[in-house]
């Protein structure tokens, strides 16, 4: 059965790091626009990092520009998201998502995309 599972979340202080992960089982991630989607409490779900299926189209919300990283290795069929510098108003439930046709992801955050994962929670908190 194809489907993405992430992992990574946790309870950080603010200023600290987390890696969050995602991987894939099913299918190939080659060929696949992906994103990293979130979801605070009491608010709708944004974009958080994308990155079109050739790479070539990237894009990070201003509120993580130069904080968070978005890589993916193919061999190993994952998603990365690397986040530093974590603040308290990037508490939420973070998601990942793939398609094979939409390029530009983040600009639709509530997408029926091909494939979501199930988030992971990440807490930033003193």
């Known amino acids: 059965q194809a489907r993405l599972v992430e992992s990574g979340g946790g309870l950080v202080q603010p200023g600290g790091s987390l890696t969050l992960s995602c991987t894939a089982s099913g299918f190939a991630l080659r060929g696949y626009s992906i994103g990293w989607f979130r979801q605070a409490p009491e608010k709708e779900r944004e974009g958080v990092s994308c990155t079109s299926s050739s790479g070539q189209m990237t894009y990070s919300a201003d509120s993580v520009k130069g904080r968070f990283t978005l890589a993916k290795d193919e061999e190993k069929n994952m998603v990365y998201l690397y986040m530093n510098n974590l603040q308290p108003e990037d508490t939420g439930i973070y998601y990942c998502?793939?398609?094979?046709?939409?390029?530009?992801?983040?600009?639709?955050?509530?997408?029926?995309?091909?494939?979501w994962g199930q988030g992971t929670q990440v807490t930033v908190s003193s």
């Open positions: 998502a793939v398609d094979r046709y939409l390029q530009t992801m983040c600009a639709r955050p509530q997408g029926n995309y091909d494939y």
